[in-house]
Each structure stands twice: as structure tokens, then as C-alpha cells.
């Protein structure tokens, strides 16, 4: 049996962003003004107030914090490092997000080629604000066995790269996601002391010309 459904109908302001959202691969070298970090960060990684699970639930106070993505067991095992390339008034580096605080700590200052940290992909040395999100493999073992609390990590990576997206887009800027990484030559930028914690994904975003395939790719291609 087959069932028709119902022709597309507006499904609120969200809409507009999915339709928006893609994937670019150039942007142009404007600054991002960092009340746009802020944001973009408080929504993708932050703990929000009005979503913390009251005390009366009886969960212990390290489980009651929520992001505005869902979390595998509400172990907020996803941790984000935020590359700065071109931001108003913040000097290059690599920061640790804090999302109790919602601040940045400064991880480097030397910045090698984005490119160089993304298996080559040359293509994205302008992208102004990148991502790097980690998995702390720790918490996550806790409740989960071995292979599940894997599959965990990587959900909820994805959960929260496609939040970082669509809020970037909300903002009107262009979003660039690549698993490409290259492990070695990212860990020593993020400074990582715990070796349970592990980085899986990156999401960059800028304002971009509407290039979805970059000169380079494209002759590559
Ligand atoms: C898990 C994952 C890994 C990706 N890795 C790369 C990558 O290494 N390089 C790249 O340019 N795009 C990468 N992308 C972006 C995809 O190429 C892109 O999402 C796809 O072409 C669909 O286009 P859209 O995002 O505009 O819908 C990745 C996307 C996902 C979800």
C-alpha cells in the first residue's frame, strides 16, 4: 500500500536555514565579529540554564547540564576547541570552550596552515573559525560498553556539528564540515592531557562568496 503524503508545508523559521545550509569551501577574508562566536558557541557547545534538569530529579549534579543538541546518556562527552583565524578583536589561535563558563582558554598561538591540519585541504587556509570537536572516551565508558559507547561519540559529534551548521547559517555565514583530519599535527595545537579524549570532526564557518567547489578542488576535480 502506498501513502500519499502531504506536499511540503512550512514547518516555521527553521525552514529558511535548512534550505540555506550547504556546504562552502571559500571564504572571503571579512572578520567575524566575535558577538557571533559568542553566539554560535553558546548554542552549539554551552550549557543552557533554562534546560538543566532540576536537582529533584535525583541525577547527580554532573549529569543535569543540557546543550541545546542531545547528549548519549547526558554525559556531554563532546568537547570543542575553536580555531581563530579572523575574528574581530581576537588574536589567532586555538581556544578550549569552556561551556560552564561559557569563555575561551587559550591552547596556542602559533597557527600552521588550516589546509596542513585537514589532510591538505589547502583550499580551506581562509576559513576564519573552525571547530575541532573531541570526544572525552572516559565518560562515555562509564555507561556504555566498549563499541556502543563509540557509536555514542561519534552520534553525538554529528549531533552537535550539524547545531554548530544550521546556527552559523542562521547567522548568515557559510559552514564547511570535514572528518578529513589529521590527528598528528592537530593534538599537539589543542594540548589534550587527558588520552581519553579524542578529536573526531571539524566545522568551520565564514563568510563565504557562495563558492561551494573551491579554484583548487575544482581543477583537482
Ligand atoms: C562526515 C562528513 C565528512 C565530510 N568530510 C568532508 C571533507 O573532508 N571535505 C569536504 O570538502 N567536505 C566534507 N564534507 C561535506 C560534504 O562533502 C557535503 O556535506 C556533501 O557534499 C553534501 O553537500 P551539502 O553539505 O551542501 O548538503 C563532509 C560531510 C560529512 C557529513
Known amino acids: ?57 535525583g541525577l547527580p549534579e554532573g549529569m543535569r547540564k543540557r546543550r541545546s543538541s542531545p547528549s548519549g546518556g547526558g554525559l556531554n562527552a563532546t568537547e570543542g576547541y575553536v580555531l581563530i583565524k579572523n575574528v574581530e578583536g581576537v588574536a589567532p589561535g586555538v581556544y578550549y570552550y569552556d561551556p560552564h563558563s561559557h569563555m575561551l582558554h587559550v591552547k596556542s598561538t602559533e597557527l600552521p596552515d588550516v589546509g596542513s591540519l585537514l589532510s591538505g585541504q589547502h583550499f580551506a587556509n581562509g576559513i576564519p573559525i573552525g571547530l575541532f570537536l573531541t570526544s572525552r572516551f572516559d565518560k562515555s565508558w ?19 556539528a550539524q547545531t554548530f551548521q544550521l546556527i552559523a547559517t542562521a547567522l548568515g555565514l ?16 589543542l594540548k589534550l592531557t587527558n588520552p581519553n579524549e579524542q578529536v573526531l570532526f571539524f566545522v568551520g564557518c565564514g563568510y563565504g562568496d557562495g563558492v561551494i567547489t573551491s579554484g583548487e578542488l575544482a581543477s583537482l576535480v
Open 174 to 189: 557559510g559552514t564547511w564540515p570535514t572528518g578529513a583530519l589529521s590527528e598528528k599535527r592537530i593534538e599537539p595545537l
Open 142 to 160: 562509564w555507561k556504555y560498553e566498549h563499541s556502543r559507547a563509540y557509536r555514542m561519540a561519534l552520534l553525538e559529534v554529528g549531533h552537535v
Open 1 to 57: 500500500m502506498n501513502i500519499v503524503l502531504q506536499p511540503l508545508q512550512s514547518v516555521g523559521p527553521l525552514e529558511s536555514i535548512l534550505r540555506e545550509r550547504t556546504t562552502v569551501r571559500a571564504f572571503t577574508d571579512k572578520p567575524v565579529p566575535l558577538v557571533l562566536v559568542s553566539k554560535i558557541l553558546k548554542y552549539t557547545l554551552g550549557f543552557i540554564d533554562e534546560r538543566e534538569v532540576p536537582e529533584a530529579s
